[in-house]
């Protein structure tokens, strides 16, 4: 094998030993020495093809509800906006009905 130094050793086991045991990436779920993951995934083309396409179907299913979703908070928080400014209006307008009915208070008392 290959000369590693003692520092190295940890990056070397995970991401370059060829005699390092890896699982295939393909989503088999197979575990294999790192040197025989080439062939693994060649030799089972036809089942790592179907997974994949599984998995990425499986995720835009998800990604379409996430998508909804997000649509409908969207939509939920623009009606809050909505109702926050109409309160906000009616406060307001609260406000200017309080401050003209002390004005007419302190013109009575003079």
């Known amino acids: ?9 940890p990056h070397h ?8 045991k890896v699982y295939c990436f393909a989503g088999c779920k197979g575990k294999m020495l790192r040197e025989q993951l080439g062939g693994h995934i060649l030799s089972n083309l036809g089942p790592h093809l179907s997974s994949l396409v599984m ?8 990604n379409k509800r996430l998508r909804a ?3 409908d908070q969207e939509r939920t928080m623009s009606e809050l906006a909505a109702t ?10 609260r406000d200017d009905e309080k401050n003209e009915d002390e004005d007419e208070d302190e013109d009575e008392d003079e």
């Not at 094998?1 to 003692?6: A, K, T």
């Open 84 to 93: 926050v400014e109409e309160l906000k209006g009616k406060i307001s307008a």
């Open 69 to 71: 979703r997000v649509e």
């Open 13 to 20: 086991a995970e991401h370059i030993c060829p005699k390092s």
């Open 55 to 62: 998995h990425l179907e499986m995720h835009d299913a998800e």
């Open 1 to 9: 094998g290959q000369s590693v130094r003692r520092r190295e050793i």
